[in-house]
């Protein structure tokens, strides 16, 4: 039987679309099956409502600065200082609206939101130019960032949470949208990250910018060359993400009603968990919001039932580390299926 030059060009197309098929549907099949298998082994506790509303509360958090690390890790970069960022942006953000207690309470919680989104611009910004500049390793930049930020927490408030905040910022991390009419269903926060998530979905998808990381993280020498200005890509990377580690930490200022400098301690693990499990490669030039945002509840959903089944702390970190290294074995085992 003689192959013709049109079977030959369906044969790579059909692969293609099976693999992307593939890719497609895993995320949402393994979280199902997560979510099965959770119910079963707490006896049903874990669909309780109330259970399942504090799952993505807890997500809400920690997904939206995990749109940031996507952008970032599909540049074939990483940021280990999101979580040192959280405690810093928050602290800043608790210490601007205690030094303006005769503001009208709208007042002072706009201006704890801009300040913590501005010092995390302005820390991703450093990192990112620093990276982009003198071509060093985004891991030991951002390790650096991530003890630079953490001792400065602790030093502008001298170690101890700030409180005195407006209550109505409460709202804000513990509260609920459209209460009277959905009951409890819809936390602000989890809000929050959904806005994130269509927004960030739009920019790498639609967008000249989302093109561009995804030809910087491809193939950086040929994204120079086809004019992809891919310094300022790097350093706008590290701002988003930063800037999203401020919205973050003033929104767990709003669930604690404190500025704590003890927050975020290893989220940044939790983070790039959940963009490596949602099928970002940590080889960059892949990545998707949708990916990430079931990532980021299939470590929600597996956290949660741990904790529901009592499990100790230090096997949970285990399991982590279990998926995490699993996730990376998948990525490799689809990158060898393109090319083929």
């Not at 044969?11 to 099956?33: E, K, N, Q, T, Y």
């Not at 939790?270 to 998707?288: C, D, H, Q, Y």
Request: with cysteine; proline share 4%.
């Amino acid at each position: 039987m003689v192959q013709t030059a049109q079977d030959g060009f369906r044969i790579p197309l059909l692969r293609s679309r099976i693999r992307d098929g593939v890719v497609a549907a895993r995320m949402p099949l393994i979280l199902l099956l997560l979510l099965i298998t959770s119910s079963v082994l707490t006896d049903g506790r874990f669909l309780q409502v109330d259970n399942l509303v504090n799952v993505v509360r807890q997500v809400s958090f920690e997904g939206l600065i995990a749109f940031g690390m996507t952008l970032v890790i599909v540049t074939g970069g990483i940021d280990l200082s999101v979580g040192s960022l959280v405690a810093l942006t928050g602290v800043v953000a608790a210490l601007a609206m205690q030094a303006v207690p005769g503001a009208a309470p709208g007042t002072r919680i706009a201006i704890g939101f801009l300040c913590g989104a501005g010092a995390g611009a302005a820390v991703g910004g450093l990192s990112g130019a620093v990276i982009a500049r003198f071509a060093i390793p985004p891991f030991i930049v951002t390790l650096a960032a991530m003890l630079i930020a953490r001792g400065m927490a602790f030093i502008l408030c001298d170690g101890k949470p700030v409180y005195a905040l407006p209550q109505e910022l409460t709202w804000w991390g513990r509260g609920f949208v459209l209460e009277a009419a959905l009951g409890r269903l819809l936390p602000t926060p989890v809000l929050m990250m959904l806005g994130g998530y269509f927004f960030f979905l739009v920019l790498l998808k639609r967008t000249v910018f989302g093109r561009s990381i995804v030809a910087v993280g491809s193939n950086e020498q040929a994204a120079y060359l086809a004019g992809i200005p891919v310094r300022l890509t790097k350093l706008s990377v590290y701002v988003v993400t930063g800037l999203l580690c401020g919205l973050a930490g003033t929104l767990h200022d709003a669930k604690l009603m404190a500025g704590d400098p003890k927050v975020g301690e290893m989220w940044e693990l939790n983070v790039i968990a959940a963009v490596v499990v949602g099928g970002t490669s940590l080889f960059g030039g892949r990545g998707t919001m949708t990916g990430t945002l079931v990532g980021a509840l299939i470590i929600g959903v597996l956290n949660n039932s741990l904790n529901l089944l009592h499990v100790d702390h230090f096997w949970q970190k285990v399991v982590l580390g279990l998926v995490i290294l699993g996730a990376s074995l998948l990525d490799a085992g689809l990158r060898r299926l393109e090319s083929l």
